[in-house]
């Protein structure tokens, strides 16, 4: 007995003190252990402050019925149900036969509600049963955090997201500035076996990632979105986009794309603003028509035959929309009424012998390279070369023109004609402006200048007013108000219809269609004094209902530019008498301080357009009942009144 004693003895001594630390760790690494700290991603956040992404907690419940006893379970289940009916719909008599045939067949894992948000978690944690905890009550809580878009779908591609699907938009851009970095403390294992931290403090603290101050104005975001989604509906279109960008600083306000489902539906499908390279069409005209007057072989002044509005080329044919063309017309009046004969002989006159410099100049603006944006997916623009001796062919001039054998991106043409606005300064778009850690701005991304000059002052002067004379003239007159100022170019495009073969083994395309076609607008507002350009690019509508576009197009493109003009109440009195257009060209310094404004006072809007008034008045967060048509006559609440958020005003028009 001694002896095993001594055997016992001696194995315990070798094992403390020959082994011991050995069992020491083993212990520990059991009980206690280093708890991951997780930091919370950045939001995304508009110009203005308010969320586009942020993360959110939700919540999973789910209920272990065996744990609950007998007497709880048959003194509260009424209640119980009678709380989930109140919460989520279905009546009480469901939830307690949910409940006792989910007790009956010792479910430990009853699904109760999925994707709460917190609040209603608490709601649902104080819920009879549940109130007693995960041991008396059964009540099983998961928590997991999602990334959320607080604005729905839309921008939603440009947004973006950072996840399994990729890195796209801005989440995808600016990832590492929105990620933080993991923390972490030591726990200990208790009792029920259940984790203590050990210390007060964390090791290690998390930190969380930064905020991404965008460009975006949820306002104009919304009113694009809209403006777009109702034409696209209209004309039955398969896709479309909108740009509005701020002229002096590239900073992009708005940016909608919206494709088709096949259900008839629209939703943001694919970024057609950065990504779909395509053939421009008549939006072309305008770098043809700039690089005439910078090398000065023409002026706009410059008159030119369109003949019969049908020529040929190396037997193919150029025709004019109108029906036996436009005659003798000056080259401005070629952008007006956006002449294909009218611009193809201009270029082909002056160039013929030497296109290589025509190409140059369209490189040296700035046409033939990406923008090099932040954000993924940028399409690839194309402009031909008389050096690509395989692509080149003899109409490849005439055709570059008007906007043929050539492919850019909306956001790269818009970057083209808000050089134009902002005085001949090709700025590049810009969807972020700060980033912000801890409430405090640490990065600010500064304006980037492309290209100083596209052109000189006295050409850039043209071209601003030759496409104002477009929409008081020209193509887009269906768009002209006398209220606002605004100019820009139509682009009607038909679709190239790439080769390819059938199951068969045929060929087929190979030629442009007469069935699908590419309507735009593009420009810029106020005309004057720029301060957005926009552009809307809508493609294969359907073409019984309207393709050019200035019908399916530029509507998009004014309803934009009158709704963020009429954002902002006129402060000054408006006389009641016949207009001149001259008087309502606001002076634009005056207008785009109002547009940041906030009226305490009811504004006088006797004398503006029904439309434009009822803007008016809604944005400050009145309701506004109309009679009649046309301009207002008279306002049931007089100016200088104190307004009242949801008060009633009765505009009679006329």
């Keep these: 007995m001694t002896f095993f004693l001594l055997v016992i003895f001696a194995e315990i001594t070798r094992i403390q003190y020959l082994e011991g630390d050995k069992y020491r760790d083993m212990s520990a690494h059991r009980t206690i252990r280093k708890d991951t700290i997780f930091y919370n991603r950045g939001n995304v956040v508009s110009a203005r402050g308010s969320?586009?992404?942020?993360?959110?907690?939700?919540?999973?419940i789910r209920m272990d019925v065996v744990t609950v006893k007998d007497a709880v379970f048959e003194k509260n289940i009424h209640s119980l149900s009678?709380?989930?009916?109140?919460?989520?719909?279905?009546?009480?008599?469901?939830?307690?036969?949910?409940?006792?045939?989910?007790?009956?067949?010792?479910?430990?894992?009853?699904?109760?509600?999925?994707?709460?948000?917190?609040?209603?978690?608490?709601?649902?944690?104080?819920?009879p049963i549940f109130n007693l905890g995960p041991y008396k009550g059964g009540f099983i809580a998961e928590q997991r955090t999602v990334r959320e878009h607080p604005i729905g779908k839309i921008?939603?591609?440009?947004?973006?997201?950072?996840?399994?699907r990729g890195e796209v938009g801005i989440e995808g851009a600016y990832t590492d500035y929105l990620e933080g970095s993991v923390g972490w403390r030591m726990k200990q294992k208790i009792a029920k076996?259940?984790?203590?931290?050990?210390?007060?403090?964390?090791?290690?603290?998390?930190?969380?990632?930064?905020?991404?101050?965008?460009?975006?104005?949820?306002?104009?975001?919304?009113?694009?979105?809209?403006?777009?989604?109702?034409?696209?509906?209209?004309?039955?279109?398969?896709?479309?986009?909108?740009?509005v960008m701020e002229t002096s600083t590239g900073s992009i306000k708005a940016i909608a794309n919206l494709g088709r489902?096949?259900?008839?539906?629209?939703?943001?499908?694919?970024?057609?603003?950065?990504?779909?390279?395509?053939?421009?069409?008549?939006?072309?005209?305008?770098?043809?028509?700039?690089?005439?007057l910078e090398d000065k072989v023409l002026d706009t002044s410059t008159v030119v035959d369109t003949e019969k509005g049908r020529i040929f080329i190396h037997g193919k044919k150029v025709e004019d929309s109108r029906w036996g063309g436009y005659g003798k017309i000056s080259a401005g009046r070629v952008i007006e009424v956006s002449s294909n004969v009218g611009i193809v002989k201009l270029i082909q006159k002056h160039y013929k012998k030497n296109p290589q410099k025509f190409v140059d100049a369209v490189n040296e603006i700035g046409l033939g390279s990406k923008l090099g944006l932040a954000i993924k997916g940028e399409g690839d623009p194309y402009i031909p070369s008389p050096k690509d001796k395989k692509r080149w062919s003899g109409i490849s001039l005439e055709w570059m023109a008007w906007g043929y054998g050539v492919s850019m991106t909306p956001l790269q043409i818009l970057t083209f004609y808000n050089a134009i606005a902002?005085?001949?300064?090709?700025?590049?778009?810009?969807?972020?402006?700060?980033?912000?850690?801890?409430?405090?701005?640490?990065?600010?991304?500064?304006?980037?200048?492309?290209?100083?000059?596209?052109?000189?002052?006295?050409?850039?002067?043209?071209?601003?007013?030759?496409?104002?004379?477009?929409?008081?003239q020209g193509t887009a007159t269906n768009i002209y108000t006398p209220n606002f100022s605004m100019a820009g170019k139509t682009g009607t495009a038909k679709k190239y219809i790439p080769v390819t073969k059938d199951k068969n083994g045929e060929i087929q395309g190979g030629y442009y269609s007469n069935k699908e076609y590419t309507a735009s607008f593009v420009g810029f507002f106020p005309a004057d004094a720029p301060k957005y350009?926009?552009?809307?690019?809508?493609?294969?509508?359907?073409?019984?209902?309207?393709?050019?576009?200035?019908?399916?197009?530029?509507?998009?493109f004014k309803k934009i530019a009158q709704k963020m003009y009429a954002s902002a109440p006129i402060k000054r009195e408006v006389q009641?008498?016949?207009?001149?257009?001259?008087?309502?060209?606001?002076?634009?310094?005056?207008?785009?301080?109002?547009?940041?404004?906030?009226?305490?006072?009811?504004?006088d809007v006797r004398g503006m357009a029904g439309m434009d008034a009822i803007s008016v008045l809604e944005n400050l967060g009145m309701k506004v009942i109309y009679e009649g048509v046309g301009t207002v006559k008279s306002q049931s609440v007089r100016k200088g009144i104190k307004i009242q958020k949801g008060s009633t005003i009765v505009l009679k028009l006329s």
């Design 533 to 556: 350009s926009c552009i809307v690019v809508i493609h294969n509508p359907d073409k019984k209902k309207g393709y050019y576009g200035s019908t399916v197009a530029a509507p998009v």
């Design 422 to 472: 902002n005085n001949g300064i090709m700025v590049k778009p810009k969807f972020v402006t700060a980033l912000r850690t801890e409430g405090k701005i640490d990065k600010v991304f500064e304006t980037q200048v492309i290209n100083p000059r596209i052109a000189s002052m006295e050409t850039v002067k043209k071209l601003r007013r030759v496409l104002e004379k477009v929409v008081e």
């Design 82 to 127: 009678e709380s989930m009916s109140a919460m989520f719909g279905r009546t009480a008599t469901y939830y307690q036969a949910y409940f006792r045939k989910a007790r009956r067949s010792r479910n430990r894992y009853l699904n109760v509600a999925k994707n709460l948000g917190y609040m209603d978690y608490l709601k649902v944690k104080n819920f």
């Design 51 to 60: 969320l586009l992404a942020t993360s959110m907690s939700k919540y999973d």
């Design 193 to 243: 076996n259940l984790w203590k931290p050990i210390n007060d403090n964390n090791e290690v603290e998390p930190k969380d990632g930064s905020d991404v101050i965008t460009t975006i104005d949820i306002n104009v975001q919304d009113i694009a979105h809209h403006a777009l989604l109702e034409q696209l509906e209209k004309f039955e279109a398969d896709h479309g986009c909108v740009v």
């Design 261 to 292: 489902t096949p259900e008839e539906k629209y939703y943001e499908k694919r970024n057609y603003a950065v990504w779909e390279s395509h053939e421009p069409g008549s939006t072309f005209k305008v770098a043809s028509l700039l690089i005439a």
């Design 576 to 603: 009641n008498k016949s207009p001149q257009i001259e008087e309502f060209r606001i002076d634009s310094e005056e207008y785009y301080s109002l547009l940041n404004s906030e009226l305490k006072t009811i504004p």
């Design 155 to 164: 921008a939603e591609r440009t947004i973006g997201y950072d996840d399994y």
